[in-house]
């Protein structure tokens, strides 16, 4: 069994930037595709941005240029670096495991998920 915590969400004006965390628990995730997730009121959970256990990465278009992810094997961690924040990057982000080596978008195909962190982009 793995657990996912994030961290690192927060309130900031448009422009900022913030970085999240996900810390994982149970077991190594070093295998294991991993993604971020962000779910805002009254829309579908999507994936932001995915990463496989050899480091391929994969954006939605929104965010392209703007936000990084990567891995920690070592620590056991995941990262999402935002940049450049909008208004309509709020939301609630979520990171989010499954045993296989690929990330996928589709969120039922994943088997852990942290509990969430708010991102709040003010205007």
Known sequence: QVQLVESGGGLVQAGGSLRLSCAASGRTI???GMGW????????RELV???????????????KGRFTISRDN??????LQMNSLQPEDTA?????????????????RYDYWGQGTQVTVSS
């Open 92 to 108: 609630v982000y979520f990171c989010a495991a499954r045993r296989n080596s690929y990330s996928v978008p589709e969120a039922w």
């Open 74 to 79: 070592a620590r056991n961690t995941m990262y």
């Open 49 to 63: 941005a995915g990463i496989s256990s050899g480091a391929s990465t994969y954006y939605v278009d929104s965010v």
């Open 30 to 32: 070093s295998t294991y």
């Open 37 to 44: 997730f962000r779910q805002a009121p009254g829309k579908e």
